[in-house]
C-alpha cells in the first residue's frame, strides 16, 4: 500500500508519457502543480513505476508532512491512506526537507501485487505540512496492467 502513497505525492518522470492528473488545490497551497508524469506508461502491477511531480514550491517540505492516498472505482472508495509524506520520500531522490529551489520531485516504487489490472481508478493525493496547511491536492484517473 505505500506505492498508492508514494505515487500520489510525487502520484510521482523517466519519460515523456502525461497523466491526466490535475490539481484539486487552491491558490493557497504552497505546491503548484504544472504536470505528472510516470514511466512505464501504464504502469505494471508488481513491477518498479516512476512517478515526477513538476511544479514551483513556496514552502519548505518538512518532517511532520503527510500525504492522504484515496482511490474510487465506480464512485465507491476501495483504499484511503494517511501516510508520513518524508518517511515515504525517505531514501529517493527528493527526501525532506524539500526547499523551495525544488521544481521536480521524483519517486520510483514497486506497484503491488494486489492493485487490479485493466480497472481504471480515480486517484486523489492531499499532502499537507505539519502545520496543515495544504502542500498540493492532484486527481486523475489511472489504470494499471499486467
Known amino acids: 500500500m505505500k506505492f498508492i502513497a508514494t505515487a500520489a505525492a510525487l502520484i510521482a518522470l523517466a519519460s515523456s ?11 493557497s497551497d504552497s505546491f503548484h502543480l504544472s504536470s505528472v508524469t510516470y514511466s512505464p ?14 511544479g514551483s514550491l513556496s514552502k519548505e517540505v518538512t518532517a511532520g508532512a503527510t500525504i492522504r492516498v484515496t482511490a474510487t472505482f465506480w464512485g465507491i472508495n476501495v483504499y484511503d491512506q494517511t501516510a508520513d ?12 526537507p524539500i526547499a523551495t529551489t525544488a521544481t521536480t520531485v521524483t519517486q520510483c516504487i514497486t ?14 493525493a492531499t499532502a499537507n505540512h505539519a502545520d496543515s ?6 486527481s486523475g484517473p489511472l489504470t494499471f496492467s499486467n
Request: positive net charge; hydrophobic residues 40%; proline residues 9%.
Open 17 to 27: 508519457a502525461t497523466a491526466a492528473f490535475s490539481s484539486c488545490g487552491s491558490s
Open 111 to 124: 506497484v503491488p501485487s494486489n492493485v487490479p489490472a485493466g480497472v481504471s481508478l480515480n486517484l486523489k
Open 41 to 54: 506508461n501504464p504502469p505494471k502491477v508488481g513491477q518498479s513505476v516512476c512517478i515526477t511531480l513538476n
Open 85 to 96: 509524506l518524508c518517511a515515504g520520500l525517505a531514501g529517493g531522490a527528493n527526501p525532506c
Open 133 to 138: 496547511s495544504r502542500i498540493f491536492c492532484i
